[in-house]
Structures are given as structure tokens and as C-alpha cells.
């Protein structure tokens, strides 16, 4: 097995140690960890000879710019904050795996400047607001967010500033015009590309998502004395629904729907519930799709709580539009894989991704590696030797194809 693959897996997990918590891979956004990721990935960038530097919201940054290769870079990278207890290769991989693309194009000599970033928050669980690392790059981070506090009482602001930031400095995070595009390397945290058998795909888009949260209302009455034919059961009409949410979903290609949470009151078992509270999260890379679908499942929900005579009230907690990856640089990435020696597999990507920020202001593509088990966000997180090490050859080849562009 290439041992570049091995490394690669080896400096996710030593970076993994580089935590809050003993015993467990805990890493928020710009915490005193991040001195020590930030020191080992330096390091790792000078070696290869990139001129690196910390942007105002904790990015650090990597620029690798050749002899004769002009201003116009390829943009690497993912994040390096986690959640709480996380794997050891969610956002990090893409990172070292950036990396290691510029050795390779070191070692081909390309005349292709790249540049990696490392994000310094991605997934909002130290303030509630995730992408802080790429909304600053792309040019979209919102300078009122700064008075964000976390459950210490810490602002953004603050934090920024007591990593030795600037944070009235966030234009200094901007890529500017200088980027041909952005180029995103992840695990799948799914468990498709395993089920078919593959390695590595090209990804089409992220999925937009809608979120609900909906409660059927009823009346609470003894369990016993209350005749079928006169109760209003408000966790039944939710079991009801649930399963209209998922048929729908099997009915529709591409289509998740996902009811993650249900609380019936009074929760007693010998009382039958006057209300049930549960959420809907609804997710397909087509946004007409999506919503046609949330359209039909309201419907849906008032109809069975008007048979049933409850009361339906439903809120709109999140509303994502879909990104789609660039035509153009998908193409290259999909003969990139075929050429690697790989099936040429798209996909849409059904979690989010520094990728949809940075699809704001530049042309982006994905690529995924295969999750064993479908298993992220989770200690258990694990990727395989000989994906990463297909990933730093489809890595090569399409950093030639970009670059004979370019040229």
C-alpha cells in the first residue's frame, strides 16, 4: 500500500489529538488547539516552500506559487474545527490531502499556483454560526455576527482577537480575483459509495434542505375510558405522518426526509397524548423538488389532523437553497477519476460543505472518498488506505488537466 496514503492517515490522527478533551477529538473555533494544528500544518506548508500566513478569522494559508505560473491560483482545502467528540477525518483530511497535492504538482513540476486553507470554523457549535472561515474568504461574512456570544459569554469578536487577530481586519480573508476556482476533498459521510462498491466520486451539488417543526394537537384523556371512535390522538396522526413522510421520500428520486424528533405530552402510557411535537428535515439537490415535496407533506399533515379533529401548527426553522458544483471543473474532475484508473461516479452531496460558501463567489467541485460503514461525525470516522491513496491520483491527474488549461 502507498506509503503517502499511510502518512496521510496517520497525520489526520495525530492532528486528532490536538484537542479540548482528553480521550476525545473536541476542537472549536479558535481555541488554544488550534495553535498547536496551526503550528503542525505550518510546518507542513514550509516544507513545501508555500508562503504562509493567518487571515483575520483564524484561516491559516498556504501559497504555493511555482517559477512562470501566473497570479490566477487553484484554491485547496476544508476546515479544522470539529464537533463535539468528532472522527479523525471530517474537514481535516481535505486539508492534508491538499497538501499533499501540492507535493504532487511539486513533483511534476506544474505551472499551476495553489493555494490551501485551512478553515477555522465550519461546523457552529462554539457560536451557533457555522462557515465563519469561508464566509470571510468568499467575501460573505457579515461583520454584525462579531457580537455572537458563546456559552461562556466569549464573542466572536473577542475570540478572534484573543487568537492575536484583527477583527476589524475581515476583509483581509477575502480570496479577491485571483482564484480559478475552489476544490474540496472529503469523506462522503455516507454510505453510498460503499454500497456500490467504489471509491471515489465526482459530486454534482449539495442538497438543498428545509427544516420544520410541527405539532399535532389534540385533547389528553384517560387511556381506558376514552372509546377509539372518540379520542383525538395526536400522537397517532404523527405516527400517521411519519409514515407518509417516508413513503414519500422512497417515491422520489434523490428525496430524504428525515423525522428526527417526537414528543408527545403528556407522555404517559395510559394516557393518550393531547399533543405531539416532532421536526421534519427534507433534503434534495433540485429545490423544486424539495419544496414541491415539503408542499405535499403539509398537505398532508393538515388533512390527517382535520380527519382526525386536531389542530396542526408547523414553523419554518431552516430554508437552504441547493448548490451545484461548476460544469466545467466537474468534468474535470470526472475524466480525472476515469483517467485515474476509477469509474467516473457523480453524486450530490446530501451534508453541507465549506464548498457552498466558497460556490458563492467561484467556480467549485468535490471530491469524495468512500466511509466505511457510513460512519462520521463519530469516533469511529475511518477512511481506507487505498482510497486516499486513489484520491492523490485522481489528484494528479486533475491538476494536469487544470493546468494545460491554464496554460
Not at 470554523?121 to 456570544?149: M, N, T
Not at 407522555?267 to 439537490?285: P, T
Not at 398532508?300 to 379533529?309: K, M, W
Not at 451545484?324 to 484508473?341: K, S, Y
Amino acid at each position: 500500500m502507498s506509503e503517502r496514503a499511510k502518512r496521510a492517515i496517520e497525520e489526520c490522527r495525530l492532528i486528532a489529538t490536538m484537542s479540548e478533551e482528553p480521550g476525545r477529538t473536541t476542537r472549536r473555533f479558535l481555541t488554544a488547539q488550534f495553535h498547536q494544528v496551526h503550528e503542525h500544518l505550518r510546518l507542513r506548508m514550509e516544507d513545501l516552500g508555500m508562503i504562509v500566513r493567518v487571515d483575520a478569522v483564524g484561516n491559516l494559508r498556504g501559497l504555493w506559487k511555482p517559477a512562470g505560473a501566473s497570479d490566477k491560483r487553484l484554491i485547496l482545502g476544508s476546515h479544522i474545527d470539529t464537533v463535539p467528540d468528532a472522527g479523525a477525518f471530517d474537514g481535516v483530511l481535505g486539508v492534508v490531502l491538499a497538501l499533499d497535492w501540492v507535493q504532487i504538482a511539486k513533483d511534476i513540476s506544474l505551472p499551476l499556483a495553489l493555494e490551501v486553507i485551512a478553515f477555522s470554523e465550519e461546523e457552529g457549535v462554539r457560536f451557533g454560526f457555522p462557515f465563519i472561515g469561508s464566509r470571510a474568504v468568499a467575501g460573505r461574512l457579515d461583520p454584525s455576527i462579531l457580537a455572537c456570544k458563546d456559552a461562556e459569554g466569549t464573542s466572536i469578536r473577542q475570540a478572534i482577537a484573543n487568537f492575536g487577530l484583527d477583527p476589524e481586519n475581515l476583509e483581509d480573508a477575502f480570496a479577491g480575483q485571483h482564484a480559478l476556482g475552489f476544490v474540496e476533498i472529503h469523506i462522503e459521510q455516507g454510505p453510498v459509495l460503499e454500497a456500490e462498491g467504489l471509491q471515489v466520486a465526482a459530486v454534482t451539488g449539495i442538497a438543498g434542505q428545509t427544516r420544520l417543526d410541527l405539532t399535532f394537537i389534540g385533547h389528553a384523556s384517560h387511556a381506558g375510558t376514552t372509546p377509539m371512535h372518540l379520542r383525538h390522538d395526536a400522537l397517532a396522526a404523527a405516527a400517521e405522518w411519519i409514515i407518509r413522510v417516508e413513503a414519500l421520500a422512497f417515491k422520489t428520486e434523490g428525496l430524504v426526509a428525515t423525522v428526527g424528533k417526537l414528543e408527545p405530552h403528556p407522555n404517559a402510557g395510559n394516557v393518550i397524548a393531547g399533543s405531539a411535537a416532532l421536526s421534519l428535515d427534507i433534503r434534495h439537490v433540485r429545490d423544486t423538488t424539495r419544496k414541491i415535496a415539503v408542499d405535499e407533506l403539509l398537505e398532508q399533515a393538515n388533512s390527517i389532523a382535520g380527519r382526525r379533529g386536531l389542530k396542526l401548527e408547523w414553523i419554518e426553522k431552516m430554508e437552504v437553497p441547493s448548490v451545484l458544483m461548476d460544469d466545467r471543473l466537474t468534468a474535470l474532475m470526472t475524466d480525472a477519476i476515469e483517467a485515474a484508473g476509477f469509474p467516473a461516479q457523480v453524486m450530490p452531496s446530501g451534508a453541507g460543505h465549506d464548498t457552498m460558501i466558497m460556490a458563492g463567489c467561484m467556480p467549485t467541485a468535490m471530491l469524495f472518498l468512500r466511509s466505511p460503514g457510513g460512519v462520521s461525525h463519530h469516533p469511529d470516522e475511518a477512511v481506507r488506505e487505498e482510497d486516499v491513496e486513489a484520491s492523490l491520483q485522481v489528484g494528479e491527474k486533475f491538476l494536469q488537466r487544470l493546468a494545460a488549461e491554464v496554460r
